[in-house]
């Protein structure tokens, strides 16, 4: 049964010689790797060297301190609150006497925590911040997990070193 009228008949030819014996496409073959032979590679070596993220990247969190060592964090929630996957927690306590060097208001955050695996990285938290307290890094990717009890980042984790300190390009 027909379902149409439009039929093609397609015939072919006779092969040639050098047809019959592959050499068109062993010769299309050989230049195709020569041609990508003499190419420079697309891939790079991972380990030894690292793609270049961009301004933009917004990878690993981490909270800021001032000149002083100071941390900036005031607890004030905003961050938690403007994350739209409430992926950030905290617990804020007032500063104690003898501790004006290490907090630099009067309330800080005794316990900040991350759930890295709810975290969708939008930056919001960066925004919100009035004290430019927490920043995602565009230098450093987030590491890989292992285990349940590594995906959620507490002070000990986030809290930026003295001796390595965040800057990017354009800050004072």
Known sequence: MKLSNKTKV???GEMTL???????AIVG?????LKHFFSKPVTIRYPEQKRYLGPVYRGQHILKRD???AER???CGLCAVAC?????????????AG??????????AKVYEVNMLRCIFCGLCEEA????????RHDTMVPVFHQRDEVIWGKDKLVEKMDHRYLRDGWK
Not at 18 to 24: F, I, Q, T
Not at 29 to 33: D, E, L
Not at 99 to 108: A, I, S
Not at 129 to 135: D, G, L, N, S, V
């Open 73 to 75: 964090c005031t607890a």
């Open 67 to 69: 000149e002083a060592g």
């Open 29 to 33: 073959g050989m230049a195709t790797t």
């Open 18 to 24: 050098a047809e019959r014996m592959y050499l068109p």
């Open 99 to 108: 501790e004006e060097t290490l907090y630099r208001e009067e309330k800080y």
């Open 129 to 136: 911040c009035p004290k430019e307290a927490i920043f995602l």
């Open 10 to 12: 397609l015939e072919q």
């Open 84 to 96: 739209p996957a409430e992926a950030i927690s905290m617990v804020a306590e007032e500063r104690k």
